[in-house]
């Protein structure tokens, strides 16, 4: 994964810092995290200079309510709708102290839309690769989604908080874990409910 591709040093430290090795452990193939909790999503947020990065993993099921490959077209069309939702950056985050635009948005949803379906190139299925086929114990098995927002700031010094819309339109997170990471500072906070404001300074 390339979550922190630009500054990896920071925060390998930050996230060790604030016990978040099984991210880190997640980054070198697709294990489960240690705490895959159905509800409870985890948002990284890291600002160096005027980049900002806001990254979101969370298990699929607060996201499309199921885990497993979309076979249906009632899944297909859930997953199909909370892909678009979470590439609508502009609804789900906004910015307090300086005004911040999005440069790229990476949605993964790999774990439960084949890779024909997702209309993009992930690594191709091959036939008897056995981690692409988990249709005997699906019912067991959790997944991931993740996304990842990188934008350029007019002031990343001046932004003193951000707005996170993500319980509006994925009502089944009702907890989200939030570690953040500045210039001048760091911290984790949680929102629960209807919560949406983190104050960064
Ligand atoms: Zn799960």
Redesign the pocket.
Known sequence: MKLFFRYPNILLLSIASLALQAKAASDHGHKQHEA?L?GSAELTLAIEADSLEISLES???NIVGF?HRATSPEQVNAATKAQAALNSAERLFSFTGSSCYLQKASIDMSAIIEPDQAHDTHEKHHAGDGDHEHHDDEEDS??ELSAVYHYQCKSGADISGITVNLHDYFPAIENLKIMWLTDSGQGAVELTGEAKFVRLR
Do not use: G, I, N, Q
């Open positions: 895959h159905h298990p699929a099921a885990e959790h997944s």
